[in-house]
């Protein structure tokens, strides 16, 4: 490896110039700053082999949204109620293809929190190998309580604002927190009202019948199970019969449980925002889902109907219960560096981010410095995207794919995604670092598209 001594001498300084620039620029905005520093602690290695990258501001300008959107949504409820809610769509880059990434309907969203999101997407996106760019969007919308037309009502506010910004060419949108099949529907349902065009790949995330994808709805947490198995296996190990726990119980929880029972794996405990369950038989999912994506009840439900081997512990968080494999589902920032602790003390060996930054960088610390196996969110969950990435090839082909064939070009490009971040790491010098691996990975293929591109 040969490197530019004189830039490599400066490069510690520069980095922290760089650091104290993106801070002085955006303020006020703690979980961007978190997604933004993770990726600059990486970036040292590939700018010193690589100083071209810095002197065209590579980082300056990946850090910097090529545009932010931010709008008002007004609604009226079924009582004649007028509200106003604020959404967001930050577009960061285009630098590979059209931006891509989810819409998120939480009362949390604010201007930080949908930057976070889009500046993990960009790299999440550049790690498939797939020709999308990355962004990100919502509203500080509660979908919760809400009848389906007022929902309905608020998805066609919210795109009567958004679809000037969107396309298949342009900007391409799907679910997220709180956006599943219903909203992508009244959303897609306002976009060709109001465009006159029946554009199937200006959304995905979309109902079979009308230009969804097989496997979408399952493919975020079916990455994760895939990717922590891919990280075992490098190490000559399995899921089979290993303990998995899983936070969440949601979309992506749910398919994560399924495919890691598919893969071996023994599932004893999942959560929501109450407590958890613990079933030392292993997770009924068959009853889990008739509870949560049917009943749309709460988790408490579980034990009240499970096995006697089922018992519900409110208020506590799922990782005090000892496992091999842990998959953390739910949210940013759930998992944090006690609860690492008590994981590694447990006998942890292999952790991946089914959910965006669902840990804390103590806990990522804590994890690495204990040679636990762990998959950053940008890699580990980069299947829903990918398979929305799909979606779009088959609208744009007027094709429908069965869904083993959707299946199997999933767990292959998760089988991509993993040796893509394991080979970078090793080549820096950090074998089993899948942190450095995917954040030096992913930045290398958007810095080289944007270096071809000129100063745009």
């Given at each position: 490896m040969v490197l530019d001594e004189e830039f490599?001498?400066?490069?510690?300084?520069?980095?922290?110039?760089?650091r104290e620039e993106i801070l002085r620029r955006n303020p006020a905005e703690p979980e961007f700053h978190q997604a933004v520093q993770e990726v600059l602690d990486s970036l040292a290695p590939v700018i010193a082999r690589h100083p071209a990258y810095a002197r065209a501001k590579l980082m300056e300008r990946i850090s910097e949204p090529e545009r932010q959107i931010i709008f008002r949504v007004p609604w009226v409820d079924d009582a004649g109620e007028v509200h106003v809610n604020r959404g967001f769509r930050v577009e960061f880059s285009?630098?590979?293809?059209?931006?891509?990434g989810g819409l998120r309907f939480h009362p949390s969203v604010n201007l930080s929190i949908v930057k976070f999101l889009g500046f993990e997407q960009v790299f999440k996106n550049a790690l498939t190998g797939l020709p999308i760019g990355g962004a990100k969007g919502g509203a500080d919308f509660d979908?919760?309580?809400?009848?389906?037309?007022?929902?309905?009502?608020?998805?066609q506010s919210f795109m009567t604002e958004l679809y000037r910004h969107i396309g298949e060419y342009t900007d391409v949108p799907a679910g997220d927190t709180g956006v599943g099949l219903r909203e992508i529907g009244y959303l897609f349902g306002q976009y060709k009202r109001i465009t006159n065009r029946y554009e199937t790949g200006a959304l995905t995330g979309k109902g079979?019948?009308?230009g969804g994808a097989r496997v979408r709805t399952e493919a975020t947490g079916y990455g994760a199970a895939y990717f922590v198995a891919e990280m075992l296996a490098a190490r000559g190990d399995g899921l089979e019969g290993r303990e998995v726990i899983v936070s969440g119980s949601g979309n992506v929880a749910i398919y994560a449980i399924q495919k890691a029972q598919a893969l071996g794996g023994r599932v004893v405990a999942c959560s929501d925002s109450g407590g958890y369950v613990f079933d030392r038989d292993g997770i009924d999912l068959n009853l889990l889902r008739t509870i949560k994506e049917v009943e749309r009840g709460r988790l408490s439900e579980y034990a009240e109907r499970g096995a006697s081997g089922a018992s519900y512990v409110a208020g506590r968080p799922v990782w005090e219960v000892p496992c091999q494999v842990a998959l953390p589902c739910a949210t940013q920032?759930?998992?944090?560096g006690d609860a690492a602790r008590r994981l590694v003390?447990?006998?942890v060996v292999a952790v991946a981010e089914g959910a965006n930054m669902p840990c804390t960088p103590e806990?990522?610390?804590v994890f690495r410095e204990a040679n636990v196996l762990f998959g950053p969110g940008k890699a580990a969950n980069a299947g829903g995207v990918a398979t929305s990435a799909l979606e779009m090839q088959q609208n744009a082909s007027r094709d429908s794919w069965t869904f083993e064939y959707t299946e199997e070009?999933?767990?292959?490009?998760?089988r991509d995604i993993h040796a893509t971040c394991f080979e970078t790491a090793a080549e820096y010098g950090r074998p089993g670092d899948y942190v450095l691996g995917a954040n030096i990975a992913g930045y290398s293929r958007v810095a080289e598209a944007m270096l071809a591109c000129g100063v745009i």
């Open positions: 490599y001498v400066n490069i510690t300084e520069h980095m922290q110039n760089l285009s630098a590979l293809g059209p931006y891509k979908p919760k309580g809400r009848s389906d037309n007022e929902i309905m009502r608020f998805c079979l019948a009308w920032n759930e998992l944090d003390k447990l006998g806990a990522v610390r070009r999933l767990h292959r490009i998760m």
